[in-house]
């Protein structure tokens, strides 16, 4: 398509404007053209704002430098090209400088195409080029006006720190002129300690986007503020800094610690309340906690001596020396010659002053001074109606005590005064209506309460907890046969027990007469709960009670309550712990749940409990071996050992019905050195009968490796160096905590014991992780074996992870090998060893001798070939590694 082009001709000659717009279609524009040869007719034409003007030089009476000027004028910028029948050099420089596109002679038209073309093209060029410059400035403004009128100050610096450009409000901050700033570097508005630190960070902004750090500038006048300065390097290689004055900040920091301190010492004395047993222990604590928790330089608690009308003080704490010396601490003279405490004890409203040294009410300046002190607050201590005492605290920061913190002194002084009003009378009704008075634990209001407080918070973290009640059998006996003096010191001393094995007198009540109710947070598990109970029943009620010269000896009955189980309130749980009670003193039980069940399985579970805690005294507990073939040969080249159960009631009891009660009770640790100690000793027994020992693969539990002392228990069971015993640890257990395991696995390496990853494949580690464990052996675990032959993913997974292994240069064994198909194929596939039924069960350790002795026999008798060497056809068998 042609390009439209909008033509003014200036000429006097019609056939030559024709001529004109002929050249211009020829070079391929479709030309809308107008004729015109005054001015009035031009100036109108440029109106309709045409794309070029083409004007003869000599049109009588408007030439072609009057048509320029008239263009520029009306400011117009539409490119003008002058033609001419004849035009010498000097004209048509002439005409260039007054503002013409270009300029040529008629009789060489065939180049005005490209004229009208460049000229054109110019125009636009420069319509872009004014448009982007009128951007630019405009942008320039409005980041100009930004930087003006930023809240924050703005500073630009050259890489070496020198200052140039600094917005009002920088300015402002620093109380300098823009002239003066411009003068310095920007390390001048710091302190000197700064400076180096400030250059060095400048100087390595190229290596970040951006640095951002808290710092104290100063200004002009030598005063100091706190700023949080962030700076980067700008694209021009200078380096742009804005800064913040976190003065505000700063303070509302303080007085967050101010607070903070202030709630430290309300907690600290509320706490001390509940324990204080007498008027000066809780003096001298709640100034203690006043220095220490509230980090207040000085505090002090004086009482009113009505008689001598002085305050007398009690106790105190900090910087005291020799301020009571010098204190006015005297009553009922003048208010100018009156002290600050007696005026808040006289007013019966606390008494603040913010600064020591312009209050005119102070008298003791100079002490203040000395000690640092520059705010003090005196709040009265009242009883009922009456005002007996006086807290003093003393602060170093100047107004420290402002609304938010005297409402919590207010209230702190208030605990004072309500402890000190409880603490004299110990008799009021207050007292007793929550208190037994003979054990001084909570009576059953209380203790309702408090449990009704846990059931909330219990309840918030959908956690559970019990309430146990416990009935002291034959305690009527006492009373008539020892008096009712011996009975309540009976007990009294319980209560103290029981106080002393909680460590917590809120969870203790004496519900009735001769019975008491105890509340067990954190009641993760009914088993928990009853071995608590147990041990309650052992440590407290168990030992025998000294009263006179009489040491009785006292047993209880005991019924509990779970929650949320049995009871989402306090009440129902009371009633339901009290209905298991009655159960069990009908029953004579020691203690029963209120729900049957429950008390069927932790009895039961209690019961195995007790039998392995015995078990582990009487030795009842023996090692299984199962040897590990090598893969080619079928010689046994070490074993494994496995704890077995020898009951003499339960018989050989399988190892899923008591190893994981091990490992919940804990007797696993016991256990597992136990079974370290063992292997060693039958690992000595094999080589004094001179056999070629093989070495022993002990099991690792997760409860043994997560021990901070397990390197110095391997070492104990061990005695010093490994003789011939592994440990295998499964691998899911070591990626718990990859760092923690490497650590401990490379010490008891050190110790001479081999290393195996048991149960390889049913975990996530990583390469990297396992090339750097000290790591001589992988087990396959049995579940890939036992499904490879009929599921070629499995085999695909044995394949990878013996080929892996090698490539560690790690030994490979394979686990529950129960067929010669397996057997054969893990030969095919290049394992290292073999442990299975195909070959043995595990075995007692004079079968395993018998096996060991074949092996060195002359023939060197091989174990699972022929099949007449197998111990044992396959049972079903347990997927445990106790039970391989």
Known sequence: ??????????????????????????????????????????????????????????????????????????????????????????????????????????????????????????????????????????????????????????????????????????????????????????????????KALLAQRLASLGEVKRRMFERMMR??????????????????????????????????????????????????????????????????????????????????????????????????????????????????QGVDDEGLAPRAIRQREPVVSGDIQNDPRSIMKEACRERGIHSIAFLPLAIASETVGVLGLYAGEPGFFDAEEMKLLVELASDISFALDHIEKSNRLDYLAYYDAGTGVANRKLLLERLDQRIRITAEKKGRLALTIMDIERFKNINDTLGRQAGDEVLKVLADRFVRFLGDADRVGRVLGDQFGIIIPDARSADGVARRVDRKLKECVGVPVRVGDNELRISAKVGIALYPEDGADADTLFRNAEAALNRAKAAGERYLFYTEQMTERVGEKLALENKLQQALEKEEFVLHYQPKVDTVTRRIESVEALIRWQSPELGLVPPMQFIPLLEETGLILEVGAWALRRAVRDYRRWSEQGLNAPRIAVNVSAIQLRQRDFVESVRNALGGRASGIDLEVTESLIMEDIQACTQKLKAVRLLGANIAIDDFGTGYSSLAYLAKLPVQELKIDRSFIITMLGDPAAMTLVSTIISMAHSLRLKVVAEGVDEEGQAKELKRLGCDQMQGYLFSKPVDFDAITVLLGKREGIKRMTVGTPSKNRLAPHPTRANTRHSK
């Not at 024709?18 to 391929?28: C, K, S, T, Y």
């Open 219 to 332: 200004r002009k006048d030598g005063t100091l503020f706190p700023v949080e300065i962030s700076i980067r390097r700008l694209s021009t290689g200078l380096n742009q800094g804005i800064v913040r004055d976190i003065t505000e900040r700063k303070k509302a920091e303080i007085r967050i610690l101010g607070l903070n301190r202030v709630y430290a010492v309300l907690s600290g004395i509320n706490a001390l309340i509940v324990r204080a047993k007498d008027r000066e222990e809780l003096f001298r604590e709640a100034c203690r906690i006043a220095v220490e928790a509230g980090q207040f330089v000085m505090a002090w608690i004086g009482l009113v001596d009505k008689e001598a009308k002085l305050i007398r003080p009690a106790a105190s704490a900090g910087a005291v020396g020799g301020f009571f010396e010098q204190a006015p601490l005297a009553m009922g």
């Open 1 to 194: 398509m042609r390009e439209r082009l909008r033509v003014l001709i200036l000429e006097d000659q019609a056939s030559d404007a024709e001529l004109v717009a002929d050249a211009l279609r020829q070079f391929g524009f479709e030309v809308d053209w107008k004729r015109v040869d005054r001015k009035s007719d031009y100036l109108a034409a440029l109106k309709d704002r045409p794309d070029v003007v083409l004007a003869d030089f000599k049109v009588p009476g408007f030439g072609a430098l009057d048509a320029l000027e008239a263009a520029r004028e009306q400011g117009s910028d539409v490119p003008v090209i002058i033609i001419s029948g004849s035009l010498g050099d000097e004209l048509a420089a002439e005409c260039i400088k007054c503002g013409a596109s270009d300029y040529l002679l008629k009789d060489r038209l065939s180049r005005l195409g490209a004229a009208v073309t460049q000229a054109l093209e110019r125009r636009r060029l420069r319509g872009e080029a004014l448009q982007a410059e009128r951007a630019l400035r405009e942008s320039e403004g409005k980041f100009r006006e930004l930087i003006e009128q930023a809240s924050d100050g703005i500073f630009v610096t050259d890489q070496q720190g020198k200052l140039k450009l600094v917005n009002p409000r920088f300015c402002e901050m620093l109380g300098y002129g823009e002239d003066e700033l411009l003068r310095l570097n920007i390390e001048d508005t710091h302190v000197d300690a700064d």
